[in-house]
């Protein structure tokens, strides 16, 4: 193997120790663990760091126009292939969780390559616009939600407006 695939290797295990640790964090937060939770936080923190040194040096960051592009080809991958193929498995092996968490998925993907799509037409007009998720599904919606998601159902106030 070469050094840049070793750089995406450490890319991907560090991205995935990130988000790892965040959720241990909130686990303990829930269990009444505030200074393991910290602990968590710092350590996810610190795989960002990690990861990110990692994406810059194997040349993963480009121009944001480049960068938009990458982000809807990548977005339309998932919900075009790889979530279609984990939904006829989950369906297959009857993993209802399983197959509940690629649905929504899937849906959120193909919303995030319309969202990148618009702003690579967009680009260089700076209009401003407040972004929500929701914490549920991870829909991405432009502006305030509405009554409840129409992906997970999930009430308006499951959704966290983005900085």
């Known amino acids: 193997m070469s050094s840049k695939d070793n750089l995406k290797a450490a890319f991907t295990g560090e991205s995935m120790a990130n988000r790892t640790?965040?959720?241990?964090?909130?686990?303990?937060?829930?269990?009444?663990?505030?200074?393991?939770?910290?602990?968590?936080?710092a350590a996810a923190a610190a795989e960002t760091v990690h990861a990110l040194n990692h994406l810059q040096r194997m040349g993963g960051i480009g121009t944001t126009m480049d960068n938009l592009k990458d982000a809807i080809d990548g977005e339309t991958y998932e919900f075009t292939?790889?979530?279609p193929e984990f939904i006829e498995e989950a369906k297959t092996e009857e993993d209802k969780r399983a197959l509940w968490s690629f649905e929504v998925a899937n849906k959120v993907e193909r919303i995030h390559a319309m969202l990148y799509e618009k702003a690579l037409e967009?680009?260089?007009?700076n209009k401003e616009v407040d972004y929500y998720v929701c914490s549920v599904c991870g829909?991405?919606?432009e502006g305030e939600p509405e009554g409840n998601c129409p992906i997970c159902g999930a009430a308006a106030s499951k959704f966290n407006k983005i900085d």
């Open 122 to 125: 967009e680009i260089g007009n």
């Open 81 to 83: 292939k790889m979530y």
């Open 21 to 41: 640790y965040l959720a241990f964090a909130k686990k303990a937060d829930e269990e009444g663990y505030p200074q393991i939770a910290k602990l968590f936080r």
């Open 139 to 141: 829909h991405t919606i």
